[in-house]
């Protein structure tokens, strides 16, 4: 039901723009939010965008991420500016309908997930 892409190779300092797209679920009723997970560790949350538009990120990428979602196209993004070596990883774009905004963060409040996209950052 959700399908992401974007991912790719890229130098750091550079930019990437992750897709998510939706099948059967409505975005603009739904929070999206973004995780990822490097090799060998555990999957980490990096953005996420309530239904009301609020949205929340994690320290390490405040400022160079931007999490954002299109009605029409029932899609939602990730802008990811100023790329870091530490920033590789596999992406995942996950929806709820009944994810609070105080739980944007939270990997069990999503009930739909895609399948990963990867982002390798070069040095």
């Known amino acids: 039901q959700l399908q992401a892409s974007g991912g790719g190779l890229v130098q750091a300092g550079g930019s990437l723009r992750l897709s998510c797209a939706a099948s059967g679920l409505t975005f603009r009723t739904a929070a999206v939010a973004w995780f990822r ?68 963060a939270t990997q069990s409040a999503y009930v739909y997930w895609g399948q990963g996209t990867q982002v390798t950052v070069s040095s």
């Open 37 to 104: 997970q490097a090799p060998g560790k555990e999957r980490e949350f990096v953005a996420g965008m309530h239904r009301s538009g609020g949205t929340t990120y994690s320290t390490s990428v405040k400022g160079r991420f931007t999490v954002s979602r299109d009605s029409a196209k029932n899609a939602g993004y990730l802008h990811m500016n100023s790329l870091r070596p530490e920033d590789t990883a596999a992406y995942y774009c996950a929806a709820g309908p009944s994810v609070i905004l105080s739980n944007l």
